[in-house]
Structures are given as C-alpha cells and as structure tokens.
C-alpha cells in the first residue's frame, strides 16, 4: 500500500482549502495551510512535504513561490493549483520549476493520482494547456526582430519584447513583475535572456537600442 501523500497547501480562500482536505482525506496527509507565497516558503522549509500545492495569484505571488522552493528544495514537487488558462502562466510557472499545473475545475476525485504522477516524475498538465505547451517549444510563439546594426537582428519573444517596452517605460523589476502578474525572478530571467540576445552589457544599452528603432 502506497503511503499517504503529506501535501502543502497555499491558498488565500478557505473554502479551496478546504476542498483540497477533503480530496486527499482518505489518500493524504495535509501537513501545513497557509494563504500567502512568503507562508508558503516557510511552511515547505519547516515541513519538507512531498507536495506544494500554490495557487498563482495569492498575496505574494505562486509563481515567486514556486521558484524558490524549487531551488531550495528540489525534492519537493511544486504544483501550481489555479483557475488560470493563460498561456504565460502556464510557461512561467514550469519555467518557475513547477512540475504540474492543475486547473481548480478538475475532478476532485482526480487530485490524489495528479499529485503521485508528479512525485513519479511525471508532468501533470490539463489536455487543454498540452498544445499551448507544445506550440511554445516548437518556438511559434510570436517573435520579433529588432536589428542590432550591419546585417545582425536578434529575435525577441513576446514576452522578452513587453518586459523591454515596460523597462523603457522606467518600470523597476518588481514594477514590471507586477504588471505583467509574474514573478520577479522570472521578470529577471527575460532580462537577462534579451540583453544576451541583444549583446548588451546593462538595461540602458537595451532601451538605447529600442530607442534607435523608434
């Protein structure tokens, strides 16, 4: 018999907590509740479970969440746990080190097994997001270019090119993290990945060079 599967969760709403509990009653152990990213952070520190259960958008941010406990505790299965289908979700939340993203809509009866697909190894994502994911890696998401002199361009992301527009805007990191409901971690991960492609040493050279497009 397989053990009972000790799950964390962060949720700021009572009743999601709730009907989390009654899900895993009879196949898991929830070991801490909590409501917001940096109570999340803390309670996986102290408690070690098998799972993280985050919703994305509670105090705090999920996402942030997510990525540091993944790098803090690469044992511990991070899920996303949210009603969102939006595409840069889901991206930043793997992208976090999330190894499921489970939409709240989905069967209750369902939730025990998702969870030990996850601590298998396995990805658990809902059908409906599994060509979205696909779509990314196969790199159709919308791209630009912009030119960098001579014959060379470099080819942004959609992402990489509104987190360039708000950093030329004079939106700080945490600023744009918040426009655009990502963490800051990730806002910093497309700013590194643009000034690479831009062969850039700093934030100023990039906007210059969007400025010179202008």
């Given at each position: 018999?397989?053990?009972?599967?000790?799950?964390?969760?962060?949720?700021?709403?009572?009743?999601?907590?709730?009907?989390?509990?009654?899900?895993?009653?009879?196949?898991?152990?929830?070991?801490?509740?909590?409501?917001?990213a940096r109570a999340a952070v803390d309670a996986a520190m102290a408690e070690r479970p098998d799972v993280c259960l985050l919703d994305i958008h509670m105090p705090g941010n999920g996402i942030a969440a997510?990525?540091?406990?993944?790098?803090?505790?690469?044992?511990?299965?991070?899920?996303?746990?949210?009603?969102?289908?939006?595409?840069?979700?889901?991206?930043?939340?793997?992208?976090?080190?999330?190894?499921?993203?489970?939409?709240?809509?989905?069967?209750?009866?369902?939730?025990?097994?998702?969870?030990?697909?996850?601590?298998?190894?396995?990805?658990?994502?809902?059908q409906s997001l599994v060509t979205r994911l696909v779509s990314e890696f196969r790199g159709r998401e919308q791209r630009r270019r912009l030119p960098l002199g001579g014959r060379r361009s470099a080819t942004?992301?959609?992402?990489?090119?509104?987190?360039?527009?708000?950093?030329?805007?004079?939106?700080?990191?945490?600023?744009?993290?918040?426009?655009?409901?990502?963490?800051?971690?990730?806002?910093?991960?497309?700013?590194?990945?643009?000034?690479?492609?831009?062969?850039?040493?700093?934030?100023?050279?990039?906007?210059?060079?969007?400025?010179?497009?202008?």
């Open positions: 018999m397989e053990r009972p599967i000790r799950v964390l969760i962060a949720d700021d709403h009572p009743p999601t907590r709730a009907g989390v509990r009654t899900a895993l009653q009879d196949h898991g152990e929830v070991c801490a509740e909590v409501g917001t997510a990525a540091h406990i993944s790098a803090a505790l690469p044992d511990v299965a991070v899920v996303m746990w949210t009603v969102s289908r939006d595409d840069q979700d889901l991206f930043d939340a793997l992208r976090a080190g999330a190894s499921g993203y489970l939409l709240k809509d989905v069967d209750p009866d369902r939730l025990p097994d998702a969870l030990r697909d996850v601590m298998r190894g396995e990805a658990s994502l809902p942004l992301t959609s992402r990489e090119w509104q987190t360039l527009e708000l950093m030329r805007q004079g939106l700080s990191t945490a600023e744009i993290a918040e426009r655009l409901f990502i963490a800051p971690v990730t806002v910093r991960t497309h700013i590194s990945a643009l000034l690479r492609k831009l062969r850039v040493p700093d934030r100023e050279s990039a906007i210059r060079l969007l400025d010179q497009e202008r």
